[in-house]
C-alpha cells in the first residue's frame, strides 16, 4: 500500500490545473479576508478553536467546582458562586463545546470525504460559525457581573421561573436559542451537501461512515431543537411578559419544560455521540489495515440510533410521576437503543481483531473510548430499569454515568480525530511518543475523576450539592475525583502542548501518513482552497484501496466538468447512486453572514436589557442584510 496515496501522474495533472484553480479560489487577505470567507477548512478550523476555547473556560471550571468538594464542609466558593459555575460549565460542555467541536470536524472533513469542493451553501455556513461564536461570547459576558444561568444545564422550573434571579436566567433563554439558529442552519448544510455534492460514483452505499452519522446527527438536529426553542421561548415570557406557562397555580405546568427539554436533551445525547462513532469507525479501519466488518449493519445501526433516541426522553423524568404504562414504554425503548451502538461495538472488535493493528496515540484513544462507552453503556442500561433509576436519580451516580457517555463517548473520540486528521488539517506530523503520554495522563485522569462518583452516588451523595458534612462516607471519594480532575487537567495541558508544538516545529507531513481509506487522504496537507483539482470518480467505499478511484483524477484531467478552472464550481449528482447531473456555480467570500450574526447578537443583548426601540432597529438592520443576501444570488449580476 502506498504511504503517499497520491500516484506520480496526478502531481503533474495538479500542478497544471492547480496553478489556474489557485488563481481562481485565493481569497482576500488580511482582516478582511478572515470576516468575509466562505471556505469550509477555515470555517472548520474557526468551529475547533473556538469550541476548544470554551471547552478550556469550563474545564477550568470543573477544577475550581472539584476543589470546592474536594473536603467536607469547604468556604472556597459561596453557593451563588457554586450555581452560576456548575451551570455554565454543564451549559458550555454541551451546547458549546461537544456539538459545535464535532460540527467543526465535519465542516473541514466532509466535502473532502465525499469528493467535493465546499459546503452546499458556503455563506450559511460561514453565517452558522459567527452565530455559534457570538453567542458563546454572549453567555460567558454574564459570569463576571454575576449574571450566568443558575439553574442548572436543564434549567428545571419552577427553580429557573424565579424572578429574583431573572436576569441569570434570561441568558439561558435567550443564549440557547440565539446558538439554536447557529445549530439549525449548520444541520441543513450538511444535509444538503451530503445528499446533493457526492463524488460522481459515490452512492449512498459508498459513503464514509462518518458522513452518514453526520447527515443523521442533522436530522436529528432539525427535528430536536424546535422543543427546546419552544421552552425557552416559553420561560422567557413567563419571566419578561407574565404568562404563566409552566405556574401552577394559573394552570401552567412546571413537568411540561422537562417534557420539552428532554424531547430535545436525550435526541442530544446521540447527537452528541453519534459523530463521534462516526470519527471511531474512520480510525479503527485505516489502523486495523482492513475495511471495516459490517458497513452496512453500522449503517443501519447509525440510523436506527437517530429514529429510536426520539422514543426514550421520558426516562429522565421517572420521578415525576409518570404512569405505570409510561415509564414501561420508555424502559422498553431505553433498553432497546442499546442494541444498535452494540452492533457497532462488535463491528470495531471484529475489524481489529481481523486486522493487523498499529498502535498510534489515535488508536490509544479509540481504545480507550470503547471502555469508557463500555461502562456508560452499562451503567445507561441501569438506568432503564424503573426502580434502580428512581433509588438513583439526582444522585452523582447519574453525573458519573452522564461523564462516562458523554466525556468518554464524545471527547476521547475528539481527541482520538485531533491525533488522526492533525496532519492533514494542518500538513504538519505530531510527536508519537508525547501523544501516548498524553493517552495516558487523559484516561488516568478520566477514569479517577468520574468512576468514584458511582460509589458516592450509591452512598447518597446528591448531585449539585456545594458542600457536604464529614461522617457521610464521601469524603474519600470526591478527594479521589479532584485529584482526577487535575491530573485530567495535566493531561489535556500536554495535549495541548503536543498540538502547539507540532505547529511550530513539528515535521512536515505527507499526504497521506497513515495509510487511510477515505478520499480527504487523497488530497494535499494542508488541502488547497479547492480541495481537488480534478474531481474523482468513486469506484468503492474505500476509494483510497480500490486502485481505480485515484486514477480517474488523471482521467479526467482535460475535462472542465472535472476541473472547473474558471471560476468557483462544484459537481452536484443525484442523491441516491451519485450520478453526475452538472456543474454548479458557487458563491464566494462575503461580509453579509458577518453583519447578519452581528445584528441578532445586538437584537439579544438589547432584548436582554429591554431596550426595546435598539431590538426594532437591530431586528430591521438585519432582516434588511438577510434579505440583500438572498437576492444577490451566484451568477446573478449585481
Not at 470546592?68 to 451546547?95: A, K, R, S, V
Not at 488530497?523 to 480517474?552: E, I
Request: hydrophobic letters at 50%; a neutral charge; charged letters at 10%.
Amino acid at each position: 500500500m502506498s504511504t503517499s496515496g497520491v500516484l506520480p501522474e496526478r502531481r503533474i495533472a495538479e500542478q497544471t490545473v492547480g496553478a489556474v484553480l489557485d488563481e481562481t479560489w485565493e481569497e482576500e487577505p488580511g482582516l478582511k479576508g478572515w470576516i468575509t470567507t466562505v471556505n469550509h477548512k477555515r470555517i472548520g478550523r474557526r468551529y475547533l478553536v473556538t469550541a476548544g476555547l470554551f471547552f478550556t473556560l469550563s474545564g477550568i471550571q470543573a477544577v475550581v467546582l472539584r476543589t470546592q468538594l474536594i473536603t467536607p464542609n469547604n468556604q472556597f466558593l459561596d453557593p451563588e458562586w457554586y450555581n452560576q459555575l456548575f451551570t455554565l460549565h454543564g451549559t458550555t460542555m454541551i451546547f458549546w463545546f461537544v456539538t459545535p467541536m464535532l460540527f467543526g470536524f465535519g465542516n473541514f472533513f466532509l466535502p473532502l470525504m465525499i469528493g467535493t469542493r465546499d459546503m452546499a451553501f458556503p455563506r450559511m455556513n460561514a453565517f452558522s460559525y459567527w452565530v455559534f461564536m457570538m453567542s458563546g461570547l454572549l453567555i460567558f459576558a454574564s459570569l463576571p457581573f454575576q449574571m450566568a444561568p443558575n439553574a442548572g444545564w436543564f434549567n428545571y422550573v419552577p427553580l429557573s421561573g424565579d424572578y429574583q434571579q431573572q436576569i441569570n436566567i434570561e441568558f439561558y433563554t435567550l443564549g440557547v436559542a440565539f446558538l439554536g439558529v447557529s445549530t439549525t442552519v449548520g444541520a441543513i448544510n450538511f444535509i444538503v451537501t451530503a445528499l446533493k455534492m457526492r463524488a460522481p460514483g459515490m452512492s449512498l452505499a459508498r459513503m464514509p461512515i462518518y458522513v452518514w452519522s453526520v447527515v443523521a446527527t442533522s436530522f436529528m438536529v432539525v427535528f430536536a431543537l424546535p422543543p427546546l426553542n419552544l421552552a425557552n421561548f416559553m420561560l422567557f415570557m413567563d419571566l419578561r411578559f407574565g404568562t404563566k406557562f409552566f405556574d401552577p397555580a394559573a394552570g401552567g405546568d412546571v413537568v411540561l419544560w422537562q417534557h420539552l427539554f428532554w424531547l430535545f436533551g436525550h435526541p442530544d445525547v446521540y447527537i452528541i455521540v453519534l459523530p463521534a462513532l462516526g470519527i471511531i469507525s474512520s480510525i479503527i479501519p485505516t489502523f486495523s489495515r482492513r475495511a471495516i466488518m459490517a458497513y452496512p449493519l453500522i449503517v443501519f445501526a447509525t440510523v436506527g440510533t437517530a429514529i429510536i433516541a426520539f422514543g426514550v426522553w421520558a426516562h429522565h423524568m421517572y420521578a415525576v410521576g409518570l404512569s405505570n404504562v409510561s415509564m414501561t414504554f420508555f424502559a422498553a425503548a431505553t433498553l432497546t437503543i442499546t442494541i444498535p451502538s452494540g452492533i457497532q461495538m462488535v463491528a470495531w472488535v471484529g475489524t481489529m481483531l481481523a486486522g493487523r493493528i498499529v498502535i498510534t496515540p489515535a488508536m490509544l484513544y479509540a481504545f480507550g473510548f470503547i471502555a469508557a462507552f463500555m461502562i456508560g453503556g452499562v451503567t445507561g442500561v441501569m438506568f432503564g430499569v424503573v426502580g434502580f433509576d428512581q433509588q438513583v436519580t439526582d444522585s452523582y451516580f447519574v453525573v458519573a454515568h452522564f461523564h462516562y457517555v458523554l466525556f468518554g463517548g464524545a471527547v476521547l473520540p475528539i481527541l482520538a480525530g485531533l491525533f488522526y486528521w492533525w496532519p492533514k488539517m494542518t500538513g504538519r506530523m505530531t510527536s508519537p511518543k508525547a501523544g501516548y503520554w498524553s493517552f495516558g495522563l487523559v484516561f488516568f485522569g478520566f477514569n479517577l475523576l468520574f468512576f468514584p462518583m458511582h460509589i458516592s452516588g450509591l452512598l447518597g451523595m446528591p448531585r449539585r450539592i456545594y458542600t457536604y458534612d464529614d461522617g457521610l462516607g464521601w469524603t474519600v471519594w470526591n478527594f479521589a475525583s479532584t485529584i482526577g480532575s487535575y491530573v485530567l487537567g495535566v493531561g489535556l495541558l500536554l495535549t495541548l502542548g503536543i498540538f502547539a508544538h507540532s505547529l511550530l516545529r513539528g515535521p512536515r507531513a505527507p499526504d497521506d501518513p497513515w495509510g487511510s481509506n477515505t478520499l480527504e487522504w487523497a488530497t494535499g496537507s494542508p488541502p488547497k482552497a479547492y480541495n481537488f483539482p480534478v474531481v474523482p470518480t468513486v469506484h468503492s467505499a474505500n476509494p483510497m484501496w480500490d486502485g481505480q478511484t485515484l486514477t480517474t483524477m488523471e482521467t479526467y484531467r482535460h475535462d472542465e466538468q472535472r476541473t472547473m478552472t474558471e471560476e468557483h464550481m462544484s459537481v452536484r449528482t443525484s442523491e441516491l447512486d451519485g450520478r453526475f447531473e452538472m456543474t454548479m456555480l458557487m458563491p464566494e467570500e462575503s461580509p453579509l453572514p458577518f453583519i447578519v450574526a452581528l445584528c441578532i447578537l445586538a437584537t439579544v443583548t438589547s432584548l436582554l436589557f429591554s431596550v426595546y426601540f435598539l431590538v426594532g432597529i437591530f431586528a430591521a438592520l438585519g432582516t434588511a442584510a438577510l434579505a440583500y443576501w438572498l437576492w444577490h444570488r451566484p451568477g446573478v449580476e449585481e
